[in-house]
């Protein structure tokens, strides 16, 4: 997006109000988040419903989208804006009634054909640089799921990879796994 046509935080925050659908900031530019498919939805609850089962009676809490989670981070300059699918929220210092202010501890994402690189580059890019500990890369357009953790000098590795069948399995919340199978079928 050219510079002139770049939007401050409060601006965005302003034409939030003024327009209807999902809008995410990143460096500002306004990025609207597609509507979910029946398959992103079964996918969505299957992945939430067990991580809100795993997390009950733990610090740890999962929300859903839509939810806007304003990335703050003493290392990173400026504020991004983004509604991910599924995250996992350890810190709730910055829970509010409206958005998390922070860095969730785990992101998921659920590819969807017109966000496919939003999620895939974007994101992945973004969530590293602001410390998400742990992003998953979902994709039901190919059965595939990515795994990616935060090493100590702050770049994604994967840490999984699995297509039509096999496990993936988080290194930050202890037994949430998911079986390839179960999660398309």
């Not at 009634?97 to 966000?115: A, C, D, H, K």
């Not at 992003?135 to 999984?160: A, D, K, R, S």
Request: proline residues 4%; contains cysteine; negative net charge.
């Amino acid at each position: 997006m050219p510079k002139e046509k770049r939007m401050t935080l409060e601006e965005y925050y302003e034409f939030r109000k003024s327009t209807d659908g999902l809008w995410e900031y990143i460096d500002g530019a306004v990025y609207m988040t597609p509507s979910p498919s029946t398959q992103h939805q079964r996918i969505s609850m299957r992945l939430s419903a067990q991580l809100f089962s795993l997390l009950q009676g733990t610090s740890c809490e999962v929300f859903t989208a839509p939810f806007d989670v304003e990335l703050q981070s003493e290392a990173m300059e400026d504020t991004k804006v983004v509604i991910p699918d599924i995250s996992v929220i350890c810190d709730k210092a910055g829970l509010g009634e409206q958005r998390y202010v922070g860095i969730p501890t785990l992101i998921v994402e659920i590819v969807s054909p017109s966000n496919q690189a939003h999620d895939l580059v974007t994101k992945l890019n973004v969530y590293m640089q602001y410390g998400v500990r742990e992003y998953w890369i979902v994709n039901p357009l190919l059965n595939t799921i990515f795994v990616y953790l935060l090493n100590e000098e702050g770049y994604y590795i994967q840490t999984t990879a699995v297509k039509d069948t096999g496990i993936a399995s988080s290194s930050v919340i202890e037994g949430f796994t998911v079986l390839a199978e179960s999660c398309f079928g």
